[in-house]
């Protein structure tokens, strides 16, 4: 099994690319960075696949929504 990535560093990989994107580029994205297997944590949660962690995510105020699509800021990801 493959190590568990932490949510920060998904919004961390989501600052790289200086723009909106939909959930659907963001989970591919993901696919592509981490590997399709990944797991996903963060501070309260764990064993999330991608899709689980977007949600949990969106749902902790973390993303910008705009019409191109979600992204989210450095001052969104928390620091410890």
Do not use: D, P, W
């Amino acid at each position: 099994m493959s190590e568990s990535i932490h949510g920060h560093q998904v919004m961390e990989l989501m600052l790289t690319l200086g723009k909106a994107v939909t959930r659907e580029e963001l989970k591919i994205l993901m696919h592509e960075h981490f590997g399709e297997s990944a797991h996903y944590h963060t501070c309260s949660a764990s064993e999330m696949n991608a899709s689980t962690l977007i949600e949990l995510l969106e749902k902790k105020g973390k993303f910008i929504e705009s019409a191109e699509g979600i992204e989210t800021a450095a001052n969104r990801i928390c620091s410890h």
